[in-house]
């Protein structure tokens, strides 16, 4: 369970970034969150991984609490969140499976994983990943040689080898066209459903969070103005 009580962000400009939000997210769910840009879906998800810190109000994310959590904790949760952008991130220089196994640098960062001596069970860990996203025959390309479409997905394999017990993903197809979007949304939907693991996906395209959102959340200046399923979702937002 993510569980919101009463959480306001405020950034050091001044700018209220979230407004007295209260919100639960039951494990499992597939949740898409609406709204136009500066509304505060970035801020709300990025909350969630501890990289924006809540500045009043409560933050539950599994049994931590995020609000007022130290470093390491933050550090411990950020093992256990992983996090999709529109931009991919990759190390484009460098293999698919590199990449991939970057998420495994995430969960475990004992010194081998460091210097690259990945043991095999990260390894498997890696190829599952690529399995389930379907490129398992491009794990040796150059992530570069790869199309957007490709990208999000070694993105979404990255994440994946981390294990997470919650996906984050801050616009993951805004820069896709729509095919290749519905594509990335529908990997995200099945894997959901395939793994239970708790998604959160931004989107600013109203359609494609009726067709994916199970639960559709509506945001509006840093607050929670609508919260329903797709049907109800019509002309609320
Ligand atoms: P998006 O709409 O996709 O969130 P933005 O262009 O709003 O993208 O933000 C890009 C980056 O700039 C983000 O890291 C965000 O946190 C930061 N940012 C957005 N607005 C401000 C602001 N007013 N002052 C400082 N940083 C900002
Ligand atoms: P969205 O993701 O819906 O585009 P954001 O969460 O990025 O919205 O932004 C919410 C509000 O917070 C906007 O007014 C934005 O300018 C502001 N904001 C976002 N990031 C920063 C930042 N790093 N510093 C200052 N203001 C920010």
Known sequence: MIRFSDVSV???TGTLGLDSI???????????VVGLSG???STLVRTINGLVPVTSGTLE????????????ALRKLRAEVGMIFQSFNLVTR????????????????TLRSLVGAWKASDTELAFEALERVGIVDKAYVRASQLSGGQQQRVAIARVLAQQPQVILADEPVASLDPPTANQVMRDLQRINRELGITTVVNLHFLDLARTYGQRIIGMRAGKVVFD???????DAV
């Not at 460098?94 to 960062?109: I, K």
């Open 10 to 12: 405020r950034y050091p």
């Open 22 to 32: 209260d919100l639960e997210i039951p494990d499992g769910q597939f949740v898409v």
């Open 39 to 41: 509304a505060g879906k």
């Open 61 to 72: 994310v599994g049994d931590r609490t995020v609000s007022g959590a130290s470093k390491r």
């Open 94 to 109: 460098t293999s698919v499976m590199n990449n991939v196994l970057l998420g495994r640098l995430h969960a475990t960062s």
């Open 228 to 234: 329903g399923t797709a049907d109800q979702a019509d």
